[in-house]
């Protein structure tokens, strides 16, 4: 490498990638050389590599036409990507006084969708896509140069609060997309169609039930890679079954002849134990992640197959070892796919696991989830249990303990319907959405978390549009979810967030180099400080009104569980249709799971849900009012979103502080958009308090349970867990009360001391600081304004609803 090459990225403002260009020997020569793809695979960021594109373009006096010239010899991708490059400088913002014009609209269920997408929209849609990413590029490369010059200048409490501030404008927040359904039911063909990736996951890497993959964009280079993220040796040897081995459960069976094979039970301990049985896998005994990198996506399938495949039959035939007990998830990532860029995608387990690690990145998993789609054959779609059964064992965790605000129901393998004399395909196609949607509505339980608008039913065949054949718009549904997967990614809020700080941070800058207005600052201070506690102090009343309805609802919940919690017990205990033999073996792996266990192909058995099960209906509804999913509707019935300082009209009156008002309201915006994802996060586990408070008062008779052998051990099991609830159900369901109140008032002293110290600091650094001089940066101000107003009035007339939904804060800004 060359001090040409060198100074060219430091004076590009790309020193980062410095010693990157270093070790693939770029010099002056090469450097000229360098075409798209090599340019991606040395700068893996978008808009990092926007940068130097526009700069390399310009060094080589080099114009937009350059793209199209050399797109002829590139690959697909990167012959898309330069035409949207190209595309990005001629798309402006509307001029048009019609706000329906060129409007993107969102209808997946009704006529109005139009498939497939046509030339000109697709050309639209990029464009505005490569627009806003290049409006973050220039935004972040202007920031980081800011900061670099503040960090030059005389160091003081201002520059330390500014370039702190500029640090936290940056966020990785990645939309998911849970998918659920059973082996064979198409789940792994799905994600293969909506990506565009044939092979990617072929019933060799999605043929588990247990292990969680997840589907992301590999934006670093062109390579197909997976991590492979084990279960602990110690969690492993904790599931091995206990001594005698002459009983013991189908899936335990399965689990320990994957790892050692049929004659595991002919084994001593210390041999099943012996790390010689996991040589292939060292990472597994020194608790690592295994990377995998392949060139291809069939590549990367057959190399993955050991650590997710549970076929018995090729494992006897070929006499291989399969890793999948021993894998916690396996995340792949995909080069160049567009659609995956701020979305991953989850094909997830239909319950938890009995490992407790697994258990716990199944539960936060599905509660992160912002849609699910549950997946399963068209022919079966209302009648088969299990996609059922899925939906409603998770319901809570994707509703009031998680933020899942859509539900698609998708039928899969819809080109097997044929004709009929009686019912063409698409009136069977029509009549099967109409049943799904009736079932849907009559799901008690799932419908005290969702709303019937939320949940949209899809058919498709994604072995016909894989096959690119002719196909009529109603035969496959797959453009609609590939649309709804690039709307995720277009309203991806970082673009507007980032912007909007950083305009607020040059406003504070520019405002602060003004001293000679200091009688209308502490004029103005007086006036904020005032508006501020009579704000808080609303915000405050109002969550006083939620922890005293709470109070109300669980103490009614309480005496409830109380009345019930025997007879619900008791259908748990002794379940209709089991042999004695037979629920023994379930009841034990019961409470060595601290209370749940997945049988296979039946039902989940969870005693501490049940147990706490009156405790949260008592409180669904008002829970869901008090924390909505929908991120257009506001938590505490929206009035932190309703804080105000009241900078606008304040603008109006103190036209010399403008600058730091205009910083003050972009921090009010920064402070909500912080406030209400923690709101998000903690009151997930504000509302699993409740089950996870019972499981904890159950623990130690649990163990005990867990401890008897030999005769009688059905019966002393079931008496062990009777007597604990009876004696302490006084106690037991109080104390999960309790709990829930103490971390609902633990949320609500975080966010009044957010609201006070953050604007109180905020107001103090912006009006009372004359005395430290700073750098001049109006130039900078006037460009990020431009490209602020230009992003707002985008928002304003063509942002399509579920954008809004999901910017939240930065919409209503």
Request: glycine content about 4%; overall charge neutral; some cysteine.
């Amino acid at each position: 490498m060359d001090d040409f090459v060198r100074n060219k990225l430091t004076e590009w403002g790309l020193s980062e990638y410095i010693e990157t260009f270093k070790d693939e020997g770029i010099d002056e020569e090469s450097f000229y050389c360098l075409d798209f793809q090599d340019i991606a695979n040395l700068i893996p960021k978008v808009g990092r590599r926007a940068i130097f594109k526009k700069r390399l373009m310009l060094l080589k006096g080099e114009d937009n036409t350059t793209y199209h010239q050399e797109s002829i010899d590139s690959p697909p991708q990167f012959q898309r990507e330069k035409e949207e490059a190209a595309e990005s400088d001629q798309v402006l913002p509307s001029t048009s006084g019609t706000k329906d014009k060129g409007k993107r609209k969102l209808d997946l269920q009704g006529e109005s969708s139009k498939w497939p997408s046509t030339p000109s929209k697709r050309k639209r849609d990029s464009g505005l896509r490569s627009h806003t990413e290049k409006i973050l590029s220039d935004v972040k490369n202007i920031m980081n140069n800011v900061k670099q010059r503040l960090l030059n200048h005389d160091n003081n409490k201002l520059i330390e609060f500014l370039t702190t501030e500029i640090s936290s404008l940056e966020e990785d927040k990645r939309e998911q997309v849970g998918v659920f359904g059973r082996t064979g039911a198409g789940k792994s063909s799905l994600i293969n169609a909506v990506i565009e990736k044939k092979i990617l996951l072929s019933g060799s890497i999605c043929a588990c039930t247990s292990v969680m993959i997840k589907v992301e964009a590999n934006m670093k280079n062109k390579k197909y890679e997976a991590d492979i993220e084990f279960i602990t040796k110690e969690e492993w040897y904790y599931e091995m079954p206990p001594r005698p081995w002459n009983d013991v459960d189908e899936d335990i069976d399965e689990k320990m002849s994957a790892i050692y094979g049929k004659e595991w039970k002919t084994l001593s301990d210390e041999n099943l134990k012996d790390p010689k049985n996991f040589k292939e896998i060292p990472e597994f005994l020194q608790s690592e992640k295994k990377n995998l990198t392949c060139a291809s996506a069939e590549e990367l399938s057959v190399k993955c197959a050991k650590y997710t495949r549970t076929d018995s039959t090729v494992r006897e035939k070929e006499r291989k070892r399969w890793y999948w007990p021993l894998v916690k998830c396996v995340t792949v990532r995909v080069p160049n796919n567009a659609l995956l860029q701020h979305v991953t995608l989850v094909d997830l387990p239909g319950t938890g696991d009995c490992n407790e690690s697994r258990d716990k990145m199944w539960k936060e998993v599905v509660g992160s989830c912002s849609t699910v789609w549950i997946v399963t054959e068209i022919n079966r779609a209302a009648s088969e249990k299990e996609p059922w059964e899925i939906l409603e064992s998770a319901s809570s965790l994707m509703g009031n303990g998680g933020e899942c605000q859509q539900i698609h129901f998708i039928c899969t393998k819809s080109d097997q319907i044929k004709d009929s004399d009686n019912k063409s395909a698409a009136d069977f196609r029509a009549c099967v959405k109409e049943k799904v949607i009736e079932k849907f509505c009559k799901l008690e339980k799932v419908k005290k978390h969702f709303r019937d608008d939320c949940f949209k039913v899809f058919t498709v065949s994604s072995e016909e549009f894989l096959a690119k054949k002719q196909l009529q718009p109603d035969e496959t549904e797959i453009p609609k979810l590939q649309e709804f997967l690039q709307n995720l990614n277009d309203c991806h809020s970082e673009t507007f967030n980032y912007v909007s700080g950083a305009y607020g941070i040059l406003s504070l800058i520019q405002g602060a180099r003004h001293t000679e207005v200091a009688g209308k600052k502490n004029e103005v201070c007086t006036e904020l400080n005032e508006n501020k506690r009579r704000e808080c102090y609303e915000v405050q009343k109002s969550m006083n009104d939620t922890e005293i309805a709470f109070r109300k609802y669980l103490s009614k919940g309480v005496e409830n569980s109380k009345k019930t919690c025997q007879e619900k017990l008791e259908s748990n205990l002794n379940p209709k249709g089991v042999s004695g033999r037979g629920f023994h073996r379930i009841l034990k792996c019961v409470v060595r799971n601290h209370g749940t266990y997945k049988p296979k192909n039946k039902k989940q058995i969870n005693l501490n849900e049940t147990l706490a099960s009156c405790l949260t209906d008592s409180i669904d509804e008002e829970f869901r009012k008090t924390f909505p999913n929908e991120r257009k509707c506001k938590p505490f019935n929206g009035v932190i979103n309703k804080f105000s300082l009241d900078t606008k009209s304040l603008i109006e009156r103190f036209t010399d502080v403008k600058l730091q008002l205009i910083f003050l309201k972009t921090e009010e915006i920064k402070m909500k958009t912080k406030l209400n994802k923690e709101i998000r996060d903690r009151k997930k586990k504000i509302y699993n308090s409740l089950t996870e408070r019972i499981e904890k008062s159950m623990k130690e008779c649990y163990e005990k349970a867990a401890g008897f052998k030999g005769e009688d051990t059905l019966k002393n099991m079931k008496e062990t867990i009777m007597k604990h609830v009876l004696s302490s159900k006084d106690i037991m369901f109080e104390q999960a009360k309790e709990e829930m109140l103490s971390r609902l008032r633990d949320l609500m002293d975080y966010i009044l001391k957010t609201l006070e110290e953050t604007m109180q600091k905020s107001i103090e650094l912006s009006l009372k600081t004359d005395d430290y001089p700073l750098p001049d940066f109006e130039a900078e101000l006037e460009e990020v304004q431009k490209y602020y107003n230009d992003l707002k009035k985008r928002q304003e007339e063509e942002t399509p609803q579920i954008c809004f939904a999901l910017l939240g804060e930065a919409a209503d800004a």
